[in-house]
């Protein structure tokens, strides 16, 4: 548990939040999910799990 993320594209897209790192706060959102309010965003934008085929392409474009 953190106060901040390195991805902030998933806090954009809805598919996490950031909880304030108070007992009470993170107790009432996992209550909260729980009850099924899970979130409901988007994936964001290249997270197709195809990173690292990108990542060679590029590799065998410089090399």
């Given at each position: 548990m953190?106060?901040?993320?390195?991805?902030?594209?998933?806090?954009t897209s809805g598919t996490n939040e950031l909880v304030k790192l108070e007992p009470a706060a993170v107790a009432g959102r996992?209550?909260?999910?729980?009850?099924?309010?899970?979130?409901?965003g988007t994936v964001p934008p290249?997270?197709?799990?195809?990173?690292?085929?990108?990542?060679v392409e590029v590799l065998e474009e410089v090399v």
């Amino acid at each position: 548990m953190r106060e901040n993320t390195e991805r902030p594209a998933t806090i954009t897209s809805g598919t996490n939040e950031l909880v304030k790192l108070e007992p009470a706060a993170v107790a009432g959102r996992v209550r909260a999910l729980l009850d099924g309010g899970r979130p409901s965003g988007t994936v964001p934008p290249l997270w197709d799990g195809h990173a690292a085929e990108r990542v060679v392409e590029v590799l065998e474009e410089v090399v």
